[in-house]
């Protein structure tokens, strides 16, 4: 019975089957039922291609479309109820930097629906003709400010190829026009770099737009000698940690000198800045010992602030990973000369337009690492590297014939010095010398950073500083030993006619941890210390140099972050009298 009963129903199921698969007359136009198409929008790539639009709907839909470059293609049906239909959309490339939008009308008998559609635009981007002419990017050599026009539709970064170069804005979207400005051009050459425009996005190339200055003029000599320059430096500091750094100045912690920094210092009553430089981590040709042009504009761009604000610059070769430094014997000298003379006749033809308000110096501290392997030998080593520099300067032309240059003792030590240093460098211009040491005595107090076996740190130097009964006062170095060391130096070579820069000095530890009365006898201690130091190297005929790292002053906005130390050298300055 359960048998009979399935076949009758299975024979009934296919019957009706028959009867819906034998009605193939087409349904009548305008007839209502289910309706639905599933997308509202469909977006194409630039490249073009294709897309599907799937309907739902009783009878066969149609697709029309507005515009040319999109077209319908065929038309399937899907499903087994013959009722769901892909339509495929194509769409032509995008030939230009225009996006670009269409509608799909989708209509099935009585019922519609409108199918957005949108193209990317073609990445472009593309300068204002105006700002290719090159005649209109030839800037005087006092430099300017222009502008530049360009049409994007992807963003995009400007940057310049050389620090003289400054972009106001790097970043846009579509219409845009954004200027830069071009510094001041000190070197006695012309000089070219690029603005490159890189746009984000694979399918463009980078536009590069080429810049050139013209040459500066010579500025005028002062007509002053080694003596009446250092007369005329009343106070100095060092940017230090900065333009020395290898590799580029902010690597250090410290930010990019600015020209608000510098005239924060002139401000605070220094007219004479020491801008210690690297050079080696610069070279682009090691063969031929070639500094990187573009350092050579931002060290120029740094000394062009500060005799832009009539002050004195001193400009060096540091430390510079040692290859100098290090090297002050018989051994190294095959090597360290020729790199010493090509460097200094790069440095000096660049900067060689400014007047004697640029003064250079030929290393910074030799062999003080190895300074108790000074003798004779080595002494005499170190005279042939600073003869090599007064040599290439006075043979690069442009104002440096006349220019002051800075010889230091070996080890920039005044003991050393007064031992070993019986002859100097014979320069054909007269009068036209100084001498450099540097100064940190005592060392446990001025630069020590921990305790050692041979000593404590002194935290209070000065007896109206001392604190009775601490095992932190500093017990040699005083007051009367300044005197004397600096009698020394005066005795070598003021006397002779020879100023000397004293190319840094300071109590350079500061020490967050001391409180109370330690605190403020420390930070007396440091500000008496300075004070002394400038009091008594002018009297002596000794030009003083502070080392600050960034803790006396703020190196973005210039402002004085230490005013008791700033007070106490002012101070020192106006009591101390040059002897010339």
């Not at 360009?150 to 790097?170: C, M, P, R």
């Not at 890189?198 to 080429?210: G, H, I, M, R, Y």
């Not at 003596?227 to 940690?241: H, L």
Request: hydrophobic fraction near 40%; aromatic fraction near 8%; proline fraction near 5%.
């Amino acid at each position: 019975m359960k048998k009979l009963l399935f076949s009758l129903i299975s024979g009934l199921f296919i019957l009706s089957l028959q009867a819906c698969g034998d009605n193939d007359d087409p349904q009548p136009s305008g007839i209502s039922g289910d309706f639905k198409c599933t997308v509202t929008d469909l977006d194409f790539p630039m490249e073009g291609g294709d897309n599907i639009i799937t309907v739902l709907s009783a009878v066969k839909p149609q697709v029309s479309v507005a515009d040319a470059w999109v077209s319908v293609g065929e038309t399937s049906v899907q499903g087994s109820l013959n009722n769901i239909y892909k339509i495929i959309v194509t769409a032509l490339p995008n030939p230009d930097g225009n996006e670009r939008t269409s509608i799909a009308t989708v209509s099935a008998g009585q019922n519609s629906a409108n199918v957005n559609l949108h193209q990317k635009a073609k990445p472009t981007i593309q300068l204002d003709p105006a700002s290719l002419i090159a005649a209109e990017n030839v800037f005087p050599a006092e430099g300017g400010r222009r502008e530049l026009k360009l049409a994007s539709n992807v963003e995009f970064k400007a940057e310049a190829t050389a620090s003289w170069i400054s972009i106001d804005e790097t970043r846009a979207m579509q219409d845009f026009t954004f200027s830069f400005s071009v510094g001041r051009n000190s070197s006695a050459s012309r000089r070219t770099a690029s603005i490159v425009i890189t746009p984000d996005s694979k399918d463009l190339t980078p536009l590069t737009v080429a810049i050139s200055q013209e040459a500066g003029q010579q500025q005028a000599l002062l007509g002053m000698n080694a003596r009446q320059i250092a007369a005329d430096m009343f106070a100095g500091i060092n940017i230090g940690n900065t333009m020395e750094v290898p590799g580029g100045e902010t690597g250090w912690g410290n930010p990019k000198v600015n020209e608000t920094y510098i005239k924060g210092l002139k401000d605070a009553g220094f007219n004479a800045v020491r801008v210690p430089c690297a050079w080696d981590s610069h070279i682009i040709d090691p063969a031929n010992h070639t500094i990187d042009p573009v350092w050579l504009d931002r060290v120029d761009e740094v000394v062009g602030w500060i005799t832009g604000n009539d002050m004195y610059a001193i400009v060096n070769i540091h430390w510079d990973g040692g290859w100098l430094e290090e090297n002050v014997n018989e051994e190294s000298k095959d090597k360290v000369l020729p790199k010493q003379k090509a460097l200094w006749s790069q440095i000096a033809e660049r900067l060689g337009a400014y007047n004697e308000r640029l003064l250079f110096a030929g290393t910074n501290e030799p062999y003080q690492s190895k300074q108790d392997q000074l003798k004779e030998k080595e002494m005499a080593v170190l005279l042939e590297y600073e003869q090599a520099f007064v040599d290439a300067v006075r043979a690069a032309g442009g104002n440096n014939k006349h220019r002051t240059l800075i010889f230091q003792g070996p080890a920039t030590n005044i003991d050393k010095t007064v031992e070993l240093m019986k002859t100097i460098p014979s320069d054909p211009e007269p009068d036209r010398l100084m001498a450099e040491i540097h100064y940190y005595d005592p060392w446990n107090f001025c630069g020590m950073d921990k305790d050692e076996s041979w000593g404590k740190i002194a935290y209070f130097w000065g007896k109206d500083n001392f604190i009775e009964g601490s095992d932190r006062n500093s017990t040699w170095g005083d007051e009367s030993h300044m005197k004397t060391q600096f009698d020394k130096m005066k005795s070598q070579f003021v006397d002779k006619g020879i100023p000397v820069v004293i190319g840094e000095y300071g109590a350079i530890m500061n020490w967050p941890s001391l409180t109370g009365v330690e605190k403020e006898k420390n930070l007396a201690s440091r500000a008496y210390f300075n004070k002394c130091v400038s009091q008594f190297g002018k009297e002596r005929g000794m030009v003083p140099f502070l080392w600050d790292t960034g803790e006396i002053f703020d190196r973005t906005s210039g402002s004085v972050k230490n005013a008791e130390i700033v007070k106490a050298i002012m101070e020192g300055s106006q009591a101390g009298k040059y002897p010339f």
